[in-house]
């Protein structure tokens, strides 16, 4: 069990568990010099990520707005910047929860786009949807919601010269737990290879809320069961992932469905087929 662990492990680039808060803030400096070279290297000057009220958003914002405000003292040029976008389903049922995100994050610039209305109208454009299961359809748009979100996200980065920022971490990434060409695209992506417990603690070191530290995870896409806590979808605890991932003991059946779901979710983590 612990070789096919460890081999997961390293294809997704997993990093080690944190020994204590010097390695810990040694990680986040990192990544923040990753995020800061990123712009560098694309020559740009703005980071965009859409903020959901979880703490996977939660945290790559926090880090997004440390490195533009460094970039600012580093170099005297006030023109780096990060935006905050909100990009809710009409209402978002846990709304509080990304306001108050973006309210500890503070952002240099807040958006909201409201992606109901093009997701709807996609929908009535759709003439395969005709005679579907109801709950077909709402997994299908589920996705469509994912994809339209970063079509916004990259209309914004368009439009302001930026890149775009992914929340993709190894315990969704092991998952295949990502929309395909949605959440799953991004320019740079700061928490890859951190499981869920290391994003949490990065959050925690900045200070944030524990209420939105521990909030339950959700991707919150589907009508039909709003707010559906991620772990609910995969059959197993995200600390069950987390000890997969770090190659601790995990039981018989976490180890199953882990696997099972990496080799199942395999094309999600590649490129395009190509002859």
Do not use: W
């Not at 579907?132 to 589920?142: N, R």
């Not at 092991?174 to 951190?194: E, H, Q, R």
């Not at 991620?230 to 696997?259: M, Q, W």
Request: glycine share 8%; proline share 5%; with cysteine.
């Amino acid at each position: 069990m612990q070789a096919v662990q460890r081999q997961i492990a390293a294809d997704l680039k997993v990093q080690p568990p944190f020994k204590d808060t010097a390695a810990l803030e040694a990680e986040v400096a990192r990544r923040i010099t990753f995020i800061q070279c990123c712009l560098h290297n694309a020559r740009l000057k703005t980071l965009v990520l859409g903020i959901s009220g979880g703490v996977d958003s939660l945290t790559a914002g926090l880090m997004a707005q440390r490195a533009v405000q460094q970039l600012r003292e580093q170099t005297g040029d006030p023109s780096y910047r990060f935006i905050a976008v909100r990009l809710p389903y009409g209402v978002q049922h846990d709304e509080a929860d990304a306001t108050a995100a973006v309210e500890f994050i503070n952002p240099d610039e807040r958006q909201t786009v409201n992606i109901g209305p093009a997701v709807k109208a996609l929908a009535a454009e759709v003439t395969a949807f005709d005679g579907k299961p109801a709950a077909t359809v709402d997994f299908v748009l589920g996705n469509t919601k994912a994809r339209m979100r970063m079509v916004a996200q990259y209309t914004i980065a368009g439009a302001t010269g930026g890149l775009v920022i992914g929340t993709d971490h190894a315990a969704e990434a092991v998952m295949g737990f990502f929309t395909k060409f949605g959440d799953g695209s991004c320019d740079l992506a700061p928490l890859s290879g951190l499981v869920k417990n290391q994003v949490r603690a990065i959050a925690r070191h900045f200070g944030a809320p524990e209420s939105l530290v521990e909030k339950v995870p959700t991707a919150d896409l589907e009508d039909l069961e709003p707010g559906k806590p991620d772990e609910a979808s995969h059959g197993v605890t995200y600390a069950e992932i987390d000890a997969f991932l770090h190659g601790e003991p995990v039981s018989e059946e976490a180890f199953g469905i882990i696997c099972r779901t990496y080799e199942k979710t395999h094309h999600k983590r590649e490129m395009p087929f190509a002859p």
